[in-house]
């Protein structure tokens, strides 16, 4: 059974700091593309940031560009998003997905095959 535990959500200032963690088990991540999704109150499920399988490619939504970082370890079979320069409207519930079929970057959802259960984040102003 394959699980994606996200973790490190939590409750933080305008401006703050917050790294979030995906563990997998039961599957290997190395070939696997990955991404970080998000769910804001209220809205559409939204990709945040994607990883190819080597990590020599990322993808960033244009919200978050410059602001967060997406990163993986394939021998802790992680992937991580570095988030700084927190704004209330990054307030949501995030997901780490893999891709189980891609290699490289896909930005639709529906392209991801496992998920996490999502963790919540919240900025306040």
């Known amino acids: 059974q394959v699980r994606l535990v996200e973790s490190g959500g939590g409750l933080v200032q305008t401006g703050g700091s917050l790294r979030l963690s995906c563990a997998a088990s039961?599957?290997?991540?190395?070939?696997?593309?990955m991404g970080w999704f998000r769910r804001a109150p209220g809205k559409e499920r939204e990709i945040v940031a994607a990883i190819n399988w080597s990590g020599s490619a990322t993808y960033y939504a244009d919200s978050v560009k410059g602001r967060f970082t997406i990163s993986r370890d394939n021998a802790k079979n992680t992937v991580s998003l570095q988030m700084n320069s927190l704004k209330p409207e990054d307030t949501a519930v995030y997901y780490c997905?893999?891709?189980?079929?891609?290699?490289?970057?896909?930005?639709?959802?529906?392209?991801?095959?496992?998920w996490g259960q999502g963790t919540q984040v919240t900025v306040s102003s």
């Open positions: 039961g599957r290997t991540l190395s070939r696997d593309a």
């Open positions: 997905a893999a891709d189980a079929y891609r290699l490289e970057i896909s930005t639709n959802s529906y392209d991801y095959d496992y």
